[in-house]
Each structure stands twice: as structure tokens, then as C-alpha cells.
């Protein structure tokens, strides 16, 4: 009886190369980064949230279906808004963007939770704009993770919505 012999796989990377150049002046304004940090001219937790920000963006799912309901994953941040926006320019994109949803989509996602990606866990805040707490209108529901499970709470339109805020829009 012969052995056949074991097949070899060729792993090809998808990456593109950097060149040199581009390489060296990345680290350098990375080092200028942390410099500005160490010295307390940058805030660091900001730093880390935008670099987190253009991670994620490339890493995380733009869209979930939840026990049949197909969610679009929608960021309202522009470029010139440097970060975040107060709770009401959110509430007009999320109306620009027909991603105003409401309580009855927070509860949707809360009772079938466990449909949410975990790739979202910690990463992503949904925010539901249409969806006022009746004793303090003027703050919004949202929905995070909570370390073991999903939860809503109320953030007020006053407050500043960053790049971990997401609207959700049905398709």
C-alpha cells in the first residue's frame, strides 16, 4: 500500500506592499503623534478613538440581519466634523439618511440579541434617534454592549456622538 504524499499549499498574500519612503514618513508623524501625547498638546484617549476609528472601519460588518430583518449599518460623521457631532446635527442626518429608527427596532435588537454580530461587541453603539425616552424627551435611545449582553440606555442630544455611534437603516 503507498502513502500518497501530502499536498503542499501555496499561501499567496493579498497585501499591497508599502514602499520605503511612505513607510518612513508614516513613522515619523507617528512619532510626532506621540511626542505631542507625551507632552499633553494631544489628548490620548482621542488619538487612540480615531486611530480605533479607521480600524474599524474597514473590519466591521456594514450590514445584520436580525431574525429577518435586514439592518444597513450607517455612520453619519463626515470628514469636517472632526469626530463627532452634537445629538441634533445626528438626528437630521439620521433623517437625511432614512436611518431614524425608533424604541420598537431598539427592542427588536435587544429580544433577538444574540443575532448581533460579535464582531460588533464593544466596537459599535447603535443609536436610535426616533426613539425618545418619554420621561426626558430630549435624550435618544442607544443600544451597546455591556460586556455580557446588549443593553439600551439614554444619551442626551446635547452630548457629542462619536465614530463608535451607528444609525441603523431597514432594507
Known amino acids: 500500500m503507498g502513502r500518497d504524499k501530502p499536498q503542499l499549499r501555496r499561501i499567496v498574500m493579498t497585501e499591497k506592499p508599502v514602499a520605503d519612503n ?4 508614516f513613522a515619523r508623524q507617528q512619532h510626532d503623534w506621540f511626542e505631542r501625547v507625551r507632552k ?3 489628548d490620548p484617549e482621542e488619538v487612540s478613538r480615531a486611530v ?3 480600524i ?3 473590519t466591521l460588518p456594514t450590514e445584520m440581519t436580525i431574525a429577518g430583518r435586514t439592518y444597513e449599518i450607517v455612520d453619519f460623521l463626515r470628514e469636517e466634523d472632526n469626530g463627532s457631532v452634537v445629538g441634533n446635527t445626528m ?3 439620521a433623517k437625511e439618511l432614512n ?3 425608533g424604541q420598537d ?3 427588536y435588537l435587544l429580544d433577538h440579541q444574540e443575532e448581533i454580530p460579535e464582531a460588533l461587541r464593544g466596537k459599535v453603539v447603535f443609536v436610535f434617534p426616533d426613539g425618545r425616552n418619554p420621561d ?3 435624550g435618544v435611545a442607544y443600544v451597546l454592549w455591556g460586556g455580557d449582553r446588549w443593553v439600551r440606555r439614554w444619551y442626551w442630544l446635547d452630548g457629542d456622538f462619536f465614530g463608535r455611534y451607528r444609525l441603523l437603516r431597514r432594507k
Do not use: E
Open 136 to 138: 426626558y424627551p430630549g
Open 56 to 58: 474599524d472601519r474597514g
Open 91 to 93: 438626528v437630521a442626518r
Open 52 to 54: 480605533q476609528a479607521i
Open 105 to 107: 427596532d431598539a427592542q
Open 99 to 101: 436611518a431614524n429608527l
Open 22 to 25: 511612505v513607510l518612513g514618513q
Open 40 to 42: 499633553g498638546s494631544l
